[in-house]
């Protein structure tokens, strides 16, 4: 018992940490490169729908604060990434529209049960799409020199970790299935953005 208390930290506190970190790969590259070639711009914004929805769904139904609170850090993470991508891409005037649109929906929420597991019952399927597209984006550029792999890699990680937390702490069936829904996708566009580095390439 005492050790699965323990197992039970260690995930809890390892997942919070390697989430503190968990786009600055990405960011790093993205900033690096200064262009977004094989970076899904559409695939992000579905994400942090995704997170928005899922952290509210939390808060909303008083769920223990370690089981969500990277949560807020990865949204900070996901709009600085927005942010650059879209000053890459020239399209600046698009980031007010988008902080109208996520801050209003971020609100609408928890304005009413239903709307909040209405959304929460959607959440799987909106993180899904997201990292499809990212998918689709690497396919068809056949190019990940702008993706990290260590972000994509430690994102894996951490959804394994909330597997693991949610079976112990809520058993929260929607969450559950979220979490093992995002670990599979993780791994495979790890798995896609290793097989698409120029240095695998060349290998080849």
Not at 20 to 35: S, T, Y
Not at 169 to 187: E, K, P
Request: proline share 2%; net charge positive.
């Amino acid at each position: 018992m005492e050790s699965d208390l323990l197992l039970l930290h260690f995930a809890n506190f390892s997942t919070l940490l390697v989430c503190m970190v968990l786009k600055v790969p990405q960011i790093v590259v993205l900033m690096r490169a200064r262009r977004t070639a094989g970076v899904s711009v559409n695939s992000l914004l579905l994400e942090l729908t995704g997170f928005i929805v899922f952290v509210s769904y939390q808060m909303y139904y008083d769920y223990p604060p370690l089981t969500y609170l990277e949560y807020p850090i990865l949204i900070a993470q996901d709009v600085i990434l927005l942010i650059l991508i879209l000053h890459y891409d020239g399209n600046m005037k698009h980031s007010l529209v988008y902080a109208a649109v996520f801050v209003g929906g971020w609100k609408l929420l928890t304005v009413e049960k239903w709307i909040i597991d209405m959304a929460m019952s959607v959440c799987t399927l909106i993180s899904a799409v997201s990292k499809l597209l990212q998918l689709q984006c690497l396919w068809r550029s056949k190019d990940s020199a702008q993706v990290s792999t260590l972000t994509w890699a430690l994102a894996s990680y951490t959804c394994l970790a909330r597997i693991f937390t949610t079976m112990v702490t809520t058993g929260d069936s929607q969450v559950l299935i979220r979490f093992v829904a995002m670990t599979a996708l993780n791994v495979w566009v790890t798995a896609t953005v290793i097989y698409y580095k120029p240095s695998a390439k060349k290998h080849d």
